[in-house]
């Protein structure tokens, strides 16, 4: 006996030992786990089932309260019978109690459920006593509760005194069965709970034995495996002799490592497509895109920050940024960049500078390596978790013509805030002095008064329909286009100046080409155009100059209007010319050459508005001029007959004028002297 259990412990011993550290903790954590929940588990049946019995007890208690108030009157009329009936009714209605005894003041008990002491003397004449517990006080008037044990559990005794008016009657004795909801529960629990504890240790038993003898080993080299795979070693391979689930496993644990090692190599590839993608996608961009490191070197810069700072031909990967931005770039954004890189939050602004959080805007005027205005986005670049800030990225945004016309912009609204004033002022005082005044003035200058108000209105209304004009222009209205003898709205025009060129001593004429074609136009449009033309022809020609108007037929082979029979219109004048620097930016809107050389009422938007029409006509507006000498504004239209499709009537042929230039028209003046060519 003694050498069996030698050798059973000898073999427990060694069985224990095949357990690795980690199953020998897992075998303590699981017994000390058991033990703790199995005793909390008898704990919890243990206050279960004292919280029952307190259930039972004030339950008991409250129930004989109720009973003993009900049949105390009844019992001192000496009315038995309503005693019986009303207690039948509370004890079917009550399951949960077991019995109730009525006794009187000696202790004899004279009614009964489930029984009846009076059938009972009737049938065996035998006195039944209620045996009252030593702490029975009859003088009390506290209900006295027990329990006791019974063959069929333990059983809630609770003893109420009966009283009424002041006078003792006896007691009653009402039994209260435990609640079978809390007791079959707390043996369930209690079963179940020594059920999963010889379970639990069944399957520690089992699972160790089961671990010790097939898991230990291939477990151990599925985690060298994994070690491997996490350091990047893709070919890492297990071969071990299982089946089953673990050489599924070990199968797996194969294919994974070789399907890792083809991702590695397609992810490299499409990695670098990526990365190709992204390089050639910033290189495109309108605006400048410069990406740092938080050490401000730069790692990527497109060619559009190269152009705008002056970087082309130079090689900055790696270098700090600072010791190559303009010298206004670097002044401005090298505190910014620092606070962004070491991930502070950018100080208040100036009214001038935008700043939210990481990011920051500047606005900035550069004089090298050109004179231009940029605005430039400092944006903070981090990482998956934005914790941490991994870059920044510079956006370079060229807004020299954004700050040009907002200076445009703001200067037309200036001159047209003038020009609309000086006409309401002009208005309104000569309206109030004919009102004050009139009964006083002469009939002649009554009518000067009213003429130079007309004229101011008129003058107002210029203006506001030369903005009207000018935006409904530039939006997408779309115009009717017919056949226009351009002979009718050169001739209307002439009619309208012809007064304004007289007074100032002008001599106006036209140029009109026999049988010239009809043009394919918007008659209104057209005669605008004529209008505005000469209007600004007149305004800039001194007394004694000369303006005349031209229009003749173009030869389809001279190649100057697109192999299409076209008609060439010219508005030429003795003037005082437009310098060069000034003819570019002539037809934008808001620009007055009159404000910067002398000054001249205007608005700046006719020649905005000539530009505008023409491009309707699917043409241009082009210009020649000499300062002193004199300019012209030509444009060419198309003919009615070479524009319209089949089925159009057909014109008479006219002869085309040779022109050996477009941009070369020449004004016809009285004397040699005022003989113009313009280049």
Known sequence: MIALLTALRALLARWWSDFTLQTRLMAVATLVVSLVMSGLTFWAVNTVQQDARVNDTRFGR??????SANVSP????????????????????????????????????FFGIPFSEAERQNDLTIQRRIQLPESYASDTKIPLVRQHLTPNGEVTDVF??????????????????????????????????????????AMVILGAVFNALAITRPIKELLVGVKNIAAGNFQQRIELPFGGELGELICSFNDMAERLARYEEQNIEEMTAEKAKLETLVSTIADGAVLLDTQLQVLLVNPTARRIF???????????????????????????????????????????????????EFRIALSEPSDRTVRILLTSVFDQYRESVKGIAITVQDITREVELNKAKSQFISNVSHELRTPLFNIKSFIETLYEYGEELSEQERREFLQTTNSETDRLT???NDVLDLSRLESSKVYSMSAVDLAQPVEQTLRTYHLNARDKGIELSHDIYPHLPTVLGNYDLLLQVFANLLGNSLKFTQ??????????PLDPDSGLCNERSCVRVEISDTGIGIAPEDQEAIFDRFFRVENQVHTLEGTGLGLSIVRNIIEKHHSQVHLASEVGVGTTFWFDLVT?????????APESAAQPVPVTSPASPSLQSPTTAEHVLLQ
């Open 310 to 360: 002056g970087w082309e031909g130079r090689l900055l990967d790696g270098k700090n940024v600072i010791d190559h931005l303009p010298a206004a770039v670097a002044i401005e954004i090298a505190k910014p960049l620092a606070q962004i890189a070491a991930g502070e939050e950018l100080e208040p602004p100036p009214p001038d500078r935008h700043h939210h959080g990481h990011s920051g």
């Open 160 to 201: 109420v005194p009966l009283r009424h008016e002041g006078m003792y009657l006896g007691v009653m004795a009402v039994g209260i069965n435990p609640n079978p909801t809390v007791v079959a529960s707390s043996h369930l629990t209690r079963d179940v709970t020594i059920a999963v504890f010889i379970s639990i240790w």
């Open 543 to 552: 007394a004694g100059g000369r303006v005349i108007i031209r229009a003749y």
């Open 640 to 648: 009615y007959r070479a524009a319209a499709s089949s089925g159009a």
């Open 462 to 464: 210029r203006l506001v």
């Open 74 to 109: 009844l019992i001192a009329e000496d009315n038995l019978t309503e005693v019986a009936l009303f207690t039948g009714r509370f004890f079917s209605s009550t399951s949960s109690v077991r019995y109730i005894l009525y006794a009187d003041r000696d202790g004899k008990i």
């Open 62 to 67: 409250d129930l004989g309260l109720l009973l």
